[in-house]
């Protein structure tokens, strides 16, 4: 038995799994040959780690033409200037070889800085997660080359139903609970969720762990977990019971024992709410505050039944 009380606060558990912190798919700037991949899936890397090249010759000979015009506009330019001072050139002469030493001066620094992107490197301390090309292989501009992702995270998603979308508000609160790591509940705060549903499938949230010792415990991306979610009931005057509480009958409808005062009990109908946790659900009506429900043993009663009440 159990004496009835007011909700306040619901748990929910949702299926859930740690996400990368840091992810992302490298590309080149400018087309080319692959010459190279250095590293394997799975492969930790530093910061600044070669991913991958291009073969440069290409470049290195645009880089060659670009010096060459730039180092001939730049002297020209250098003479014009020595020009106009004894006034031997026109100011309109001076003002465009000016401009053809900043265009020159231009193309050859990018030609320079598209050198330099025929490397890709780490962006931050990772793990390559995939390879999408081949050595050889000629790729385009954007192409995605090599994914990593941070291998230590503290995110985690889940999905909600439609129907849990209400009770996120400032008041939640979030525990997880992995799967290697059974017993350690985890705190974590709300970090955002989608309001949109497009597939129907139910509402991405992103949580952000709050609590997580490195040194301990490492949460990698991919771990599976259990988020509980709690949060104020909705239905201010609803009460909460054990799902054992309920009584349904193949006759139909939701029961419940209740204990009168000369401990015989009485069947009441009552309507039910949502589950939540484990083990129970919203009473939205039929249950008073301070009623004895009985939770075991429920079809074995009959109306006035005298029960006695165990003591632990």
């Known amino acids: 038995m159990v004496v009835a009380s007011r909700a306040g606060f619901i748990d929910k558990d949702f299926a859930g799994m740690a996400t990368p912190d840091d992810a992302v798919n490298l590309a080149f700037k400018v087309p080319g040959q692959v010459l190279d991949i250095p590293v394997s899936?799975?492969?930790?890397?530093?910061?600044?780690?070669?991913?991958?090249?291009?073969?440069?010759?290409?470049?290195?000979?645009?880089?060659?033409?670009?010096?060459?015009?730039?180092?001939?506009?730049?002297?020209?330019?250098?003479?014009?200037?020595?020009?106009?001072?004894?006034?031997?050139?026109?100011?309109?002469?001076?003002?465009?070889?000016?401009?053809?030493?900043?265009?020159a001066q231009s193309a050859y620094q990018n030609s320079l800085d598209m050198l330099k992107e025929t490397k890709l490197r780490a962006p931050f301390a990772s793990v390559v997660e995939r390879k999408?090309?081949?050595?050889?292989?000629?790729?385009?501009?954007?192409?995605?080359?090599?994914?990593?992702?941070n291998p230590v995270t503290t995110t985690v998603k889940f999905t909600l139903p439609e129907s849990g979308l209400p009770l996120l508000s400032d008041s939640t609160s979030f525990r997880v609970?992995?799967?290697?790591?059974?017993?350690?509940?985890?705190?974590?705060?709300?970090?955002?969720?989608?309001?949109?549903?497009?597939?129907?499938?139910?509402f991405p949230v992103t949580l952000t762990l709050t609590?997580?010792?490195?040194?301990?415990?490492?949460?990698?991306?991919?771990?599976?977990?259990?988020?509980?979610?709690?949060?104020?009931?909705?239905?201010p005057d609803a009460v909460s019971l054990p799902i054992s509480a309920i009584y349904a009958p193949t006759s139909g409808g939701d029961y419940v024992w209740i204990v009168g005062r000369d401990d015989r009990v009485e069947r009441r109908n009552v309507t039910l709410g949502e589950l939540y946790g484990r083990n129970r659900v919203i009473v939205s009506s039929g249950v008073e505050p301070g009623d004895r429900v009985i939770t075991a043993g429920v079809y074995q009663l009959q109306e006035g039944d005298r029960v006695r009440i165990m003591k632990q």
């Open 211 to 235: 609590n997580v010792d490195p040194a301990r415990y490492r949460i990698s991306p991919g771990m599976s977990c259990v988020v509980t979610m709690q949060s104020a009931d909705p239905a």
């Open 177 to 202: 609970e992995f799967d290697n790591y059974r017993g350690v509940q985890f705190t974590a705060r709300l970090k955002e969720y989608v309001k949109t549903s497009s597939d129907a499938s139910g």
């Open 132 to 149: 999408y090309v081949d050595n050889y292989e000629r790729v385009q501009a954007g192409q995605t080359i090599v994914r990593v992702v």
């Open 41 to 103: 899936e799975g492969e930790s890397v530093q910061k600044g780690t070669l991913l991958a090249e291009l073969d440069p010759r290409d470049i290195r000979l645009q880089v060659s033409a670009d010096r060459s015009a730039f180092e001939q506009a730049r002297s020209q330019f250098t003479r014009m200037e020595r020009l106009l001072q004894h006034e031997a050139v026109s100011r309109q002469e001076y003002e465009a070889a000016r401009t053809r030493y900043a265009q």
